[in-house]
């Protein structure tokens, strides 16, 4: 689908959870990315698609200054899809693309005329059902193993080989589950500004992730690392003081601010390094269950550096990996000691223009054929206590296995 194409600006808004359950939810690999419910700004984009070459994507020029300058959005065709940690790509080549701009409260259907009178004729949404209870969900390790994984990265702290490390596990969910309906559930339990759903072949990527990986325009690139995280409370004043102590925490600080100097290097390689900066630091960001901490780097591209070379640069994000990422990446392998795959990738769209849009695959569920997963984590710096880094894996996991029908082991 050329980028070009004009497309169809329908006459009324349309929501887009009626639109996809209407067009795209049954049938081959599709995507949905979402700006969460009832989002007063951004954009969403939902359309189908067919498997590409991975590599036709990264070969596009980021995209140079002077983008699109009318009101149809930054995406109007090109490839949308995820890079797992490991490097695997995945990328559907978009056929056909409905756009929401949610600050105008209109609809852009990139397609045919069939295709705009299917989704301007789509009926209001029935409320999705609660999950099939499902129990526990099947940890890959034991709590206190993780605790004793956290001994060990400390350990490798103090030794100098590493300044932070972001140490992960996974939670499974055996049996088959609806996709569609389990990332409903998600996007109503826990809202995000990227969350997404994703079908490629037997494999779905459902996310609420609140974290902007690389954001490419008008020739500058963005990322917006997040690192400490507090739990929500139903008290007010008990959420204000759990907002204030994640803002003012030495730990929770120097995690981030560590994160900020490995981002600030790592887009140095691509860009004029006089223009790399933070334009956000240690800011407070909240979400339906949990605070988060914040920050922004940005920097002007050279000119020339392609989507694929801007990944070579800065995958995987240091949030995932921690400092230095080399040698926190070769220690983390051998702790894990299994692959991560999409869980601290990367998911979004990229453009034909070269303009990109790509969020960490956080808060996210994968469900495959005859299971789903979620997987978890957090930062271990020096001063971190394995007690709070253990709880805060289950805090983020919550949500997600919630989503599925399941709960999180006890320990957690």
């Known amino acids: 689908m050329p980028h070009s194409a004009p497309p169809f600006t329908l006459p009324r808004w349309v929501d887009p959870e009626a639109a996809f359950l209407h067009v795209f939810a049954t049938g081959g690999d599709a995507f949905w990315l979402d700006a969460g419910r009832e989002a007063p700004t951004g954009w969403s984009w939902m359309g189908s698609g067919r498997l590409d070459d991975a590599s036709a994507p990264l070969q596009r020029d980021a ?4 983008g699109p300058t009318d009101d149809s959005g930054p995406f109007r065709g090109g490839w949308v899809g995820w890079r797992s940690y490991e490097g695997r790509d995945a990328w559907l080549r978009v056929a056909a693309l409905v756009a929401f701009d949610h600050a105008r409260r209109r609809v852009h259907v990139f397609g045919d005329a069939d295709l705009a009178a299917r989704v301007a004729g789509a009926p209001p949404p029935v409320t999705v059902g609660a999950a099939e209870p499902r129990g526990m969900a099947s940890g890959r390790v034991e709590p206190e193993r993780y605790a004793d994984l956290i001994g060990a990265c400390r350990e490798r702290i103090r030794e100098g080989d590493a300044y932070q490390l972001c ?45 902007r990986f690389l954001e490419v325009r008008d020739g500058r690139v963005h990322t917006h690392p997040i690192k400490g995280t ?156 394995a007690a709070s880094e253990v709880a805060e894996v289950g805090i983020k996991a919550r949500a997600p296995l919630a989503a599925l029908g399941a709960e999180v082991p006890p320990g957690w």
């Open 63 to 66: 995209a140079p200054a002077g």
């Open 167 to 211: 140490l992960t596990t996974r939670f499974t969910v055996p049996g088959r589950h609806d996709a569609v309906a389990v990332f409903r559930r998600l996007r109503q339990a826990s809202a995000s500004h990227h969350a997404g759903l994703i079908r490629i072949g037997g494999t779905t990527l459902v996310s609420s992730s609140p974290e």
């Open 230 to 385: 507090r739990p929500r409370s139903t008290d007010p004043d008990r959420d204000r003081a759990l907002a204030e102590h994640l803002r003012a925490d030495p730990k929770e600080q120097a995690e981030n601010v560590m994160i900020v100097d490995l981002m600030r290097n790592d887009l140095s390689r691509v860009c004029d390094p006089s223009t790399v900066g933070v334009d956000r630091l240690l800011e407070v960001e909240t979400y339906p269950t949990v605070h988060q901490l914040l920050s922004e780097v940005s920097g002007r591209l050279v000119p020339g550096t392609t989507i694929g070379g801007l990944l070579d640069a800065a995958f995987p994000a240091g949030s995932m990996t921690g400092a230095p990422k080399q040698s926190a990446m070769h220690i983390l392998a051998g702790l894990e000691g299994e692959e991560r795959g999409i869980y601290s990738g990367a998911f979004g769209w990229i453009g034909d223009d070269g303009a990109a849009d790509l969020a960490m695959v956080i808060r996210s569920v994968v469900v495959e054929q005859d299971a789903a997963w979620v997987g978890a984590g957090g930062g271990i710096t020096w001063r971190s206590v």
